[in-house]
């Protein structure tokens, strides 16, 4: 092995890491079984007669947002509505008492973040890298679990956070990683997103970004195709990830040399032959 090769980057070549940008629920912290509980609560109190099961929310997943997802369920199973209400009103009022619920369940159950997420972020913001939030889920669930998990200061931490109150169009939609690389005034080729389902990864992927997906029990059986890494988590030392899809370069953790290898800001690193007195 040669020690004595001198390295320059390439400025016309390299694509430098800029930020990260990080789903919430199941990506952060493994939230949907809770979501999946305050659901059926919620239909106990309203008096319907619904039940979403492990096996059933596996597929619900693939609509993104609570609201939506209650909309759509009516259309399938229709209740029987209070007087005077619409079926949209309805899932509001269903919906606002099962955030209410899961923020409750939250503080009760003290959820914590998925292994390495405190990590990475902690070195993200020693490095001096960007940081953004893009969620499908309202401001308050994002605030409820991330107050009970982070500093007293950690909205400063993140520039941008985006969710389903600002951004209207739901994922797959690539509109919130659009709403946010416009907001931080950066290029898409610069980001590494952090998802957890299919539509999250499709966001991502259709905005240009590179992606990193964790999975979990709800998760794990769905189509990544265009991500560029599928991980069972982002690891820590001592324990490693399973990689399901893609190339980790030799890494066993997700760290920031890795997230900038995913971008190809280290790919660009070129030896420069040195000169021999005989030439």
């Known amino acids: 092995e040669n020690n004595d090769r001198v390295y320059k980057l390439n400025d016309d070549q390299v694509t430098k890491l800029q930020a990260l940008i990080f789903d919430v629920d199941g990506t952060l912290a493994d939230t949907e079984e809770v979501h999946r509980l305050a659901f059926n609560e919620t239909f106990r109190k309203f008096g319907l007669e619904w039940h979403w099961s492990p096996e059933l929310y596996v597929r619900l997943l693939s609509i993104s947002g609570g609201r939506i997802r209650i909309r759509q369920f009516m259309d399938e199973h229709p209740p029987q509505l209070p007087p005077g209400e619409d079926f949209d009103s309805f899932a509001a009022r269903i919906h606002q008492d099962k955030t209410e619920r899961y923020a409750r369940m939250l503080v009760e159950g003290h959820v914590a973040l998925r292994p390495g997420v405190l990590r990475l972020i902690k070195e993200a913001r020693a490095q001096g890298l960007r940081l953004g939030i893009a969620t499908s889920t309202a401001l308050s669930n994002v605030k409820t679990l991330l107050d009970h998990n982070l500093p007293a200061d950690w909205e400063s931490w993140f520039e941008v956070i985006a969710t389903c109150e600002q951004i209207k169009k739901q994922k797959p939609s690539p509109a919130v990683y659009n709403h ?96 021999s007195a005989k030439q």
Not at 197 to 210: D, L, P, Q, R, Y
Not at 229 to 240: A, I
Not at 255 to 261: A, E, G, K, T, Y
Request: with cysteine; charged share 15%; proline share 3%.
């Open 180 to 275: 946010i690389i416009w907001k931080m005034g950066i290029s898409p080729n610069e980001v590494v997103a952090f998802e957890d389902t299919e539509n999250g990864n499709c966001a991502a992927v259709s905005a240009g970004i590179k992606t990193i997906i964790t999975t979990h029990n709800f998760t794990e059986h769905h189509d990544f195709r265009g991500a560029s890494l599928v991980l069972n988590g982002l690891g820590d030392s001592g324990h490693p990830f399973r990689i399901s899809q893609g190339n980790a370069h030799g890494a066993t953790f997700v760290d920031i040399n890795l997230c900038r290898q995913l971008v190809g800001e280290l790919a660009a690193v070129i030896p420069l032959q040195k000169h």
